[in-house]
């Protein structure tokens, strides 16, 4: 089966910039998470989404990063405006309804200078 | 709050040695621990869980609630596990995963 497919692999943007990622989950697979990994870490949960419902944004820096999955399928992160310490790798993950962890794609790896 | 901790950045053995990579947990709640590994230039992936108690690759882990931890162990290590694996905590009933800082797991020729 198809895995989760993220896109751009790579930006280079300027600080105050504003940068969107896309997302295309596992077919079939109804919850959703963006991660952000910045390098030398693990991945912290950004968001999760339930079909295209919100189940959890606490860790989401909301006054500049934005995410929506319309339809349920799809979904794009927003960042407006990039800071320097938003560097860091992206990753889309699925996950079918009733199965605990996660499919990851490849990330966006994003630095912002 | 939920935690997990991998103390070891990298971790450096010879082929065929054992191998342990540890992993603490911190969580209130009844946990469902994972081990993910992501080889060079491809995605992070599942390794193993622990409710399914199984062994991939030659890997186990068992969950050691009395202790917090879910070590992961290889009795001979292969030059091809050589890896960043991570260490992650299942919480809140929904699925949401909280990830170790990663162990890099280097095995020498």
């Known amino acids: 089966e198809a895995g989760v497919a993220q896109s751009p692999r790579y930006k280079i943007i300027e600080k105050r910039q504003s940068v969107a990622f896309w997302c295309n989950p596992i077919s079939g697979h109804a919850t959703l998470y963006w991660y952000q990994q910045i390098l030398g870490q693990g991945p912290k949960l950004l968001i999760q989404?339930?079909?295209?419902?919100?189940?959890?944004d606490s860790q989401l820096p909301k006054d500049r990063f934005s995410a929506e999955r319309l339809k349920g399928v799809d979904s794009t992160l927003k960042i407006q405006p990039a800071k320097l310490e938003d560097s860091a790798v992206y990753l889309c993950a699925s996950s079918p309804s009733g199965y605990t962890g996660a499919f990851f794609g490849q990330g966006t790896r994003l630095t912002v200078v | 709050a939920q935690r997990v901790t991998q103390p070891e950045k990298l971790l450096s053995v010879f082929k065929g040695a054992p191998v342990e990579l540890k992993c603490n947990y911190s969580y209130s709640g009844s946990p469902e621990l994972f081990w993910y590994v992501q080889y060079s230039r491809q995605r992070l992936q599942l390794l193993l869980r622990?409710?399914s108690r199984e062994s991939i690759k030659g890997f186990t882990a068992d969950l050691n609630k009395g202790e917090t931890s879910f070590h992961l162990k290889k009795p001979f290590a292969q030059e091809e596990d050589s890896a960043m694996y991570y260490c992650?905590?299942?919480?809140?009933?929904?699925?949401?995963?909280?990830f170790g800082g990663g162990t890099r797991l280097m095995v020498k020729p």
């Open positions: 989404f339930q079909n295209n419902g919100v189940v959890d």
């Open positions: 622990h409710i």
């Open positions: 992650a905590l299942s919480y809140n009933a929904g699925n949401m995963l909280t």
